[in-house]
């Protein structure tokens, strides 16, 4: 990797990365699922749900299925895994909820914030996401972290999605950067990593997955290691 002297923007992807996704999914469904009535094991729902979700997503950055059938397929499949009859409607009426009710809950990656205030003080930040663009502006207002980032891309807006080149120039364009003076920081070894890295841009995994990390890949298993590095 080059020396961090040399970088002037960090791009950051949201969820997974700053935003506690998992977390905050699981408070939306217990709510949810309460506003609706329904009564369901929430660890046994989100053992199911999680997979499916991230298989989902897998298509829709690949452009092979709409928002609406991410949306409601993803609740769709993990009802029928765990064998419970939900209707239709209701289906749709919880996906309609739980876009909602998602960024009422705003916990963050252990030492988010922390790390955080030191980057800004020393680096210009930014966002690059993927997800829906009327729920990742509330969820960083809401979680008051909106103030660190200079600028917020969103795939929705773009017209394509990560690891697509088009997204990282657009971002780069909006934020004044260039590929030498810039890094991006994400969990998605394939969205935000090697996406950026083919763009030719320096990239660093955090690797809230617990994935196995190819060895040309730079990688750091807890946010904080951003401090030591930068």
């Not at 660890?43 to 709409?66: C, G, H, M, Q």
């Not at 252990?110 to 009327?134: C, R, W």
């Not at 969103?154 to 260039?178: R, T, Y």
């Not at 070894?189 to 196995?212: R, T, W």
């Amino acid at each position: 990797m080059k020396h961090m002297n040399s970088f002037k923007h960090i791009f950051f992807d949201l969820d997974h990365t700053i935003w506690d996704f998992d977390k905050n999914s699981k408070f939306t469904f217990k709510k949810i699922f309460q506003l609706n009535n329904i009564n369901l094991d929430i660890d046994v729902f989100l053992e199911a749900y999680f997979p499916i979700n991230t298989s989902y997503w897998k298509l829709y950055r690949a452009n092979n299925i709409s928002k609406q059938d991410l949306r409601f397929g993803r609740l769709k499949d993990t009802f029928k895994s765990i064998d419970l009859n939900i209707s239709t409607k209701l289906i749709h009426k919880l996906s309609e909820d739980y876009i909602k009710f998602l960024s009422t809950f705003n916990f963050l990656i252990e030492d988010s914030l922390k790390v955080l205030e030191y980057l800004n003080k020393k680096y210009t930040l930014h966002i690059i996401t993927n997800g829906f663009q009327e729920v990742q502006n509330e969820k960083l207002l809401n979680s008051n972290i909106y103030h660190f980032f200079s600028t917020i891309t969103n795939s929705e807006m773009v017209g394509v999605k990560k690891p697509n080149k088009k997204i990282f120039q657009v971002a780069l364009d909006k934020a004044n950067a260039n590929k030498t003076n810039s890094i991006m920081i994400g969990d998605n070894l394939d969205a935000d990593v090697i996406g950026a890295l083919k763009f030719g841009m320096s990239s660093i995994l955090f690797n809230f997955h617990k994935e196995d990390v190819p060895a040309d890949i730079d990688s750091i298993d807890k946010l904080d290691e951003l401090i030591k590095l930068f």
